[in-house]
């Protein structure tokens, strides 16, 4: 019976200490992380006008004071895309919390960006996005992403309006 209690108390601390490791790394939480990244990331002049839209994956390391270093683009439908989403992530330094005993860590952020449908003008628009589509020049890592070192966050979808 006191190895039954001793094994139930060494997993119960463990799933505690386990739980402690796996707190959301964005001070504030993931709600927070959201906003932050809804209000940080400026769709530019340029997206708007070709109608751009896709997905950019970015690898990046925080260190222990949560300073964003090291930004790697693992994935981008185009490099367009790439740029709001690394001045927002840029403006996310000393945001990040690191796991414990780390002196650095990196995360594994997805972004990705739309435009609003239009009430009226709909073809004009597909007609701007498919152009946009077929000169897009994807970006496509050549090393696989170790996920296995890199906490993967949810995620950040934004969309623009056309003007």
Same mark, same amino acid.
């Given at each position: ?6 094994? %139930?108390?060494?997993?119960? @601390? ?10 959301? =790394? ?13 209000? @940080? ?34 994935? %981008? ?12 992530? *840029? ?9 414990? *005993? ?7 952020? =997805? ?6 449908? =239009? %009430? ?7 007609? %701007?996005?498919?152009?946009?589509? *077929? ?18 966050? =949810?995620?950040?979808?934004? @969309?623009?309006?056309?003007?």
């Amino acid at each position: 019976m006191k190895k039954l209690l001793v094994i %139930a108390f060494l997993l119960s @601390s463990f799933y505690a200490h386990a739980q402690k490791e796996l707190a959301f =790394p964005f001070q504030g939480g993931a709600p927070i992380m959201t906003r932050f990244f809804k209000d @940080s990331l400026t769709v530019s002049p340029d997206i708007i006008a070709k109608k751009a839209s896709g997905v950019a994956v970015l690898k990046f390391t925080a260190d222990v004071n949560g300073v964003v270093q090291k930004i790697v683009i693992y994935y %981008a439908d185009d490099y367009l895309i790439t740029l709001p989403a690394i001045d927002a992530l *840029k403006k996310s330094t000393k945001k990040w919390i690191i796991p414990d *005993k780390e002196k650095f860590h990196d995360f594994i952020i =997805p972004f990705s960006i739309s435009y609003n449908t =239009p %009430a009226s003008g709909v073809a004009e628009v597909q007609k %701007a996005a498919y152009e946009f589509y *077929k000169r897009r020049k994807p970006i496509v890592a050549r090393d696989q992403i170790p996920l296995n070192d890199a906490t993967l966050l =949810p995620t950040v979808s934004v @969309s623009y309006d056309l003007k």
